[in-house]
């Protein structure tokens, strides 16, 4: 099979097309021909020599697909060879086939291409794990998303104000909180032009923030736990501004509030299973409804996979980035 390889950790001119053996389905997996595959962050981070796949796992990149069920392992039940689906995986996203795990799958929802259902696992899975699990969001709660352009910005506006809940997000540019009020948010804020905790207190009249999603950190945190509300959750999905923070224990404890943080790709497969459950009970209808989709900013083919990488790293971008291996 046709996959990315890298030459050596360093830059997106570093990726390759190349072939290989085609995994196999083991017991309790399904292979899926893969018809397209997500660009998320953390693949940029392997690429650098920073983020190495788990004991294991597929050294090729990749951590979300969609595509057709091409065989089944041993024990497979209530999947079929055919069916669309799309999937989370540890790595190896980025090939013409893939094997999952089976509490990983999930079907394409209804109506939904492939290039669109490739965009969902990574983001979703992680917004629902952080958001709605570890923040514990409820709807007339406010969550507050930084980075709210991004793919998981954008899933986490969509989905949280689907849910019922009020929700803000910073930026940086005019365009961009643009595309975030588009999508629900009912204030952005251009973190380079105002300081964000000052301008969501006026707004909530010095209440400050339920929960709040946090890929910043460094800079961010003293003004994140200035915002916090009492008994809110502060929740750490990356350090791209820095990793290294100072807390004010008194604040925190006047607060009663929560920090907390958390990764996905090293968690078990039982664990991703019950994430996976979640999201079909309850957001899969709003996928089926049309309630939402993922936003999509721009589609490559594999052979351009270092432009994909490139525009991932510019932070030009607004919404996911997809592979289409089917061109």
Not at 43 to 61: C, E, T, V
Not at 152 to 176: D, F, N, P, Q, R
Not at 308 to 326: F, M, P, Q, R
């Amino acid at each position: 099979m046709k996959h990315v390889a890298l030459r050596a950790p360093g830059p997106a001119s570093g990726l390759y097309i190349t072939e290989g053996p085609r995994p196999r389905a083991e017991a309790g997996e399904v292979l899926v021909k893969v018809h397209a595959a997500g660009v998320n962050r953390p693949d940029i981070i392997q690429r650098l020599g920073n983020y190495p796949p788990p004991p294991g796992a597929s050294d090729i990149l990749g951590l979300e697909v969609a595509g057709e069920i091409a065989a089944l392992g041993e024990g497979v039940e209530g999947w079929s060879v055919g069916d669309r689906v799309c999937a989370l995986v540890t790595g190896g996203g980025y090939a013409e086939y893939v094997a999952v795990p089976v509490p990983q799958l999930l079907p394409v929802p209804k109506g939904m291409d492939f290039i669109t259902a490739a965009a969902i696992p990574e983001t979703y899975f992680t917004v629902w794990t952080n958001v709605f699990q570890s923040g514990a969001l409820k709807a007339g709660e406010s969550l507050l998303v930084h980075g709210g352009a991004s793919g998981i910005g954008t899933t986490a506006i969509m989905l949280a104000h689907a849910l019922g809940s009020t929700v803000y997000a910073t930026v940086s540019s005019e365009e961009k909180a643009e595309v975030c009020r588009s999508l629900g948010a009912v204030e952005a804020v251009n973190y380079n032009a105002e300081n964000f905790a000052d301008r969501l207190l006026e707004t909530t009249g010095g209440y400050g923030v339920d929960v709040i999603l946090d890929m910043r950190g460094g800079p961010f945190f003293a003004d994140n736990m200035r915002l916090i509300a009492t008994r809110g959750r502060l929740v750490h999905i990356a350090s791209l501004a820095g990793r290294e923070v100072t807390l004010d224990i008194s604040l925190l404890m006047r607060k009663r509030a929560i920090v907390t943080g958390s990764t996905l790709r090293a968690r078990s497969v039982e664990e991703k299973g019950e994430i996976a459950r979640e999201l079909l009970e309850r957001v899969w209808p709003l996928f089926d409804a049309g309630t939402i989709a993922p936003e999509i900013s721009r589609v490559f083919p594999l052979a351009e996979v270092a432009s994909a990488h490139e525009l991932v790293e510019s932070n030009k971008l607004i919404g996911k980035t997809v592979l289409d291996l089917t061109v």
